[in-house]
T-cell receptor, first 115, second 114 residues
Framework: KQEVTQIPAALSVPEGENLVLNCSFT??????LQWFRQDPGKGLTSLLLIQSSQREQTSGRLNASLDKSSGRSTLYIAASQPGDSATYLCAIPLAFSGGYNKLIFGAGTRLAVHP | DAGVIQSPRHEVTEMGQEVTLRCKPI?????LFWYRQTMMRGLELLIYFNNNVPIDDSGMPEDRFSAKMPNASFSTLKIQPSEPRDSAVYFC????????????FGSGTRLTVV
């Protein structure tokens, strides 16, 4: 059974710091892994999607890495800003007979970046 | 593309009333998901459809909840009768069956049952 865990649950940092958010999963036979951001009272915004054949993906100040063998993904945020304050979720689709579906989410890391 | 469109954005209703939430997935996506989010339980998958067919509804909490997808561009989640414990944010998401391109979420419907 696939389980997704995120550490830390919450993080509070001063502006400008480089951050690492961690996501671990129990079944390494994943198809892809997706990082989302959720602002309070809002929906989920997709940040990065890493396919199982990839080691990392980058978008601006965000870099996500994937190590299937160890069951880990990290989201690296460079030069954090107050606008980065949000909850960050990682998610993995579960396999079913017709393909891959049914996202399994971690509980999220709640990030606060203060000026 | 306008993304996944949900309506209404907010719904306040009295206990016992019927509530219908609506979702329009991204054109070309053939999988659609309904999630519920609460502080206590986080994100819970209620039901999902592939090619308009319900695949797994094991997350639907009770018979008061029902979902339909009459065509590829529209789905509804209905609660009848509604109860205060149904208060939550309900999200719709869509993807391809293969999941190749990831999942796109709507902005959600915040439901309050008083």
């Amino acid at each position: 059974k696939q389980e997704v865990t995120q550490i830390p649950a919450a993080l509070s940092v001063p502006e400008g710091e480089n951050l690492v958010l961690n996501c671990s999963f129990t079944d390494s036979a994943i198809y892809n892994l997706q990082w989302f951001r959720q602002d309070p009272g809002k929906g989920l915004t997709s940040l990065l999607l890493i396919q199982s054949s990839q080691r990392e993906q980058t978008s601006g100040r965000l870099n996500a890495s994937l190590d299937k063998s160890s069951g880990r993904s990290t989201l690296y945020i460079a030069a954090s800003q107050p606008g980065d304050s949000a909850t960050y979720l990682c998610a993995i689709p579960l396999a079913f007979s017709g393909g891959y579906n049914k996202l399994i989410f971690g509980a999220g890391t709640r990030l606060a970046v203060h000026p | 593309d306008a993304g996944v469109i949900q309506s209404p954005r907010h719904e306040v209703t009295e206990m016992g009333q019927e509530v219908t939430l609506r979702c329009k997935p991204i054109s070309g996506h053939n999988s659609l998901f309904w999630y519920r989010q609460t502080m206590m339980r986080g994100l819970e998958l209620l039901i999902y459809f592939n090619n308009n067919v319900p695949i797994d509804d094991s997350g639907m909490p009770e018979d008061r909840f029902s979902a339909k997808m009459p065509n590829a561009s529209f789905s509804t989640l209905k609660i009848q009768p509604s109860e205060p414990r149904d208060s939550a944010v309900y999200f719709c998401a869509s993807s391809s069956v293969s999941g190749n391109y990831g999942y796109t979420f709507g902005s959600g419907t915040r439901l309050t049952v008083v």
